[in-house]
């Protein structure tokens, strides 16, 4: 009896691995398509004579989506805390999978005029409210669901997920602008990878309705007014510590993307191709990092992680900023690796530093502050500082300052928990 017991728990847990694994792909991919086409996006929603006008603008509407994934958290982190965590899983996939199908069918600026850009922002928006729910609610519900000594490798798989969704989303693009023109990438072929979100995202609501988890947390009263009134500290300790994550990841995973294609004049091609071998590189490493997250401890990862991005972001965009693709190649691999041991060490000191009975609401807020405020922005804060500097090093200037944040946050004010009972 013991032996099946032992197993069913097993079988639940590689459901919920694959629950937390599958919705994130499919969210993540999603949401980053947008990021990925944003210079067509620009040219059909938002036109300009000045084409860095329309670039910012695109990447404006990609920010206004992470500006509301604080307010998304608070929602969707109350759903998790007073209703359950699978409900709240459940329900962002679908708030995600409608506005991502609509955009593929809006009409641009040159047929409904200023509706257009009203109405792409507007959908941005509803993807952000999701996002801000989903990313965090799965990490909670992985940790929760793992093995002691097990938590950042068990909760990693919610990033990983996230990342090979991020890397579908390249994938796709790569595919397209290899198989078409320019010209009819911007007629129609812009559209096809969110088309093909809708079913990404059933798969995703099919898998995790099969999921059985046993809710035993303890429902608060009022989860936003218990987070806001005693545990404000924690709340701003988890944010800060997430500040380098979303800056260096937006930074060389999104915004890059662009940055290869309208700085260092290569073809969209290249600049995809390079994305997605530095995603998949990415993947290799998030899982061994948590591992060794679980087993040296959080705090040695956040430190290496951030100090390398602190003060190796510049020089890292200096090879990014070639026109050799294997140099370019080398400077997102630093990114990489920085990018891969903050992920292994936030993996679990997110949960962690979260009181339960607030986790879902009080983490998807601090998280998402910190990832939609400064990450989601960067790819427009990028864009802004070089065309008003000229430099186009600029943005490892941004991703340096908020990184020694992180630096200075973990040294001096965050506590060791990878070897602590999940509170």
């Given at each position: ?25 499919l ?80 009409p641009?600026?040159e ?52 990342t ?5 989303g ?55 007014r218990?987070v ?146 400064f ?49």
């Amino acid at each position: 009896m013991k032996a099946e017991a032992q197993g069913a728990s097993e079988k639940g847990r590689f459901h919920a691995i694959a629950a937390g694994l599958i919705g994130n792909i499919l969210e993540w991919y999603d949401f980053a398509v947008y990021g990925y086409f944003a210079a067509v996006i620009g040219k059909q929603f938002f036109p300009s004579d000045n084409p860095a006008v329309s670039l910012i603008a695109a990447f404006g509407a990609f920010a206004a989506g992470f500006l509301v994934r604080p307010l998304g958290g608070l929602v969707f982190g109350h759903i998790g805390d007073m209703v359950g965590r699978k409900r709240a899983l459940n329900l962002s996939v679908v708030a995600m999978a409608v506005p991502t199908v609509l955009i593929a069918c809006l009409p641009t600026y040159e047929s409904i005029g200023v509706l257009a850009p009203i109405a792409i922002v507007a959908l941005r928006i509803v993807q952000g409210l999701s996002v801000g729910g989903e990313y965090t609610s799965s990490l909670i519900f992985l940790a929760e669901q793992s093995k002691p000594g097990r938590r950042a490798f068990t909760a990693i798989w919610g990033m990983w997920g996230a990342t090979a969704g991020i890397l579908l989303g390249s994938f796709i693009g790569g595919i397209l602008t290899g198989m078409l023109d320019d010209q009819q990438v911007m007629a129609w072929g812009w559209r096809l990878p969110f088309a093909l979100g809708f079913v990404v995202a059933i798969t995703g609501v099919l898998i995790r309705k099969s999921v059985h988890v046993e809710d035993t947390s303890e429902k608060p009263k009022s989860p936003v007014r218990e987070v806001f009134a005693h545990h404000k500290g924690a709340i701003v300790r988890v944010a800060l510590i997430n500040l380098a994550l979303g800056t260096g990841f937006y930074a060389v995973f999104v915004y890059a993307v662009t940055y290869i294609k309208t700085i260092d004049q290569l073809s969209s091609e290249i600049a995809f191709n390079l994305n997605t071998l530095s995603m998949l590189t990415l993947l290799l490493l998030l899982p061994a990092c948590a591992w060794l997250s679980d087993r040296l401890g959080r705090k040695p990862l956040l430190i290496a992680g951030s100090f390398g991005l602190a003060f190796g972001a510049i020089p890292l965009f200096s090879l990014i900023h070639h026109t050799d693709p294997g140099v370019i190649f080398l400077g997102e691999l630093g990114f990489v690796l920085s990018v891969s041991l903050i992920s292994g060490g936030t993996a679990g000191a997110n949960v962690e530093l979260i009181p339960g009975v607030v986790r879902c609401t009080g983490l998807a807020f601090a998280y998402n502050l910190s990832i939609g405020y400064f990450g989601g922005t960067t790819p427009m804060i990028a864009a802004w500082l070089i065309d008003s500097t000229g430099n186009p090093l600029m943005p490892g200037y941004w991703v340096a300052a908020t990184s020694l944040v992180t630096l200075i946050t973990v040294v001096f004010f965050v506590k060791e928990t990878a070897f602590d009972p999940l509170p």
